[in-house]
């Protein structure tokens, strides 16, 4: 007889297949961090924000008045870019935001900044040569760029010295979501004011942070019901 093939161990093999696959799902604790990381929302704090505004000139009204809509009311620098004068109607008090990407449009009541920022500019003259509120001064009839308004944010927050990772103007788009989050309002009234179309779009905003988890030590002691 020919020599006999050794027969493996299965069960020893199926416990380390297994072993290697839930290590793999699970990733090592560098690479769970990574993920942790690439999904983190860049955003500005409160006090950032303040600072951004702050080194805009007061003679630049446009970009004012440009970087306060994109803040709060989470636009896209294109959506941005498409605001026209009939978007606004001051009587109402309101601004149709015109959404892309398939997100939702809605009339949005105005802040007391924007619409004292909206009447500024326009007594000084803007936008008054077409439909568009913020008209390019090079293209006739056309509507300021995306880059210009990427170009204009990453020079004021690199004055204002918003760490390079949030020089980007999509961190301004973030940033009025993480506040609401942070302000503790409700999330339907967020995927509301953001035009998501998708609980999944607003549930990345949703995060428990060490200031939020005082305010809720405080209610608990306050409420008189915890023991």
């Not at 870019?81 to 015109?98: A, E, G, S, W, Y």
């Not at 449009?105 to 077409?130: I, V």
């Not at 030590?217 to 306050?222: D, E, G, H, R």
Request: with cysteine; hydrophobic share 35%.
């Amino acid at each position: 007889m020919g020599s006999s093939t050794p027969v493996p161990n299965l069960p020893s093999m199926n416990k380390s297949v297994k072993i290697a696959l839930s290590m793999k799902a699970k990733g090592s604790p560098g690479e769970r961090k990574t993920a942790s990381q690439k999904h983190k929302i860049k955003h500005l704090s409160v006090d950032e924000v303040r600072r951004l505004f702050r080194v805009i000139p007061a003679a630049k009204i446009r970009d004012r008045l440009l970087f306060d809509l994109i803040y709060h009311y989470g636009l896209r620098r294109t959506e941005a870019c498409l605001l026209q004068i009939d978007h606004f109607n001051l009587r109402k008090n309101t601004v149709d935001v015109h959404r892309l990407k398939g997100s939702d449009s809605h009339p949005y009541p105005l802040f007391p900044s924007t619409k004292r920022l909206l009447a500024l500019y326009l007594a000084r003259g803007g936008g008054m040569r077409t439909q568009h509120l913020f008209p390019s001064r090079q293209r006739t009839g056309k509507p300021i760029s995306a880059s210009l308004v990427a170009h204009l944010y990453r020079e004021y927050a690199r004055t204002a010295g918003i760490p390079p990772d949030r020089q980007n103007v999509h961190a301004l788009r973030h940033s009025i979501a993480m506040h609401m989050g942070e302000g503790e309002l409700d999330g339907v009234d967020m995927q509301d004011w953001m035009g998501h179309v998708s609980w999944a779009s607003t549930s990345v905003y949703l995060h428990i942070s060490a200031r939020r988890r005082l305010k809720t030590l405080k209610k608990m002691i306050a409420s008189g019901e915890i023991a």
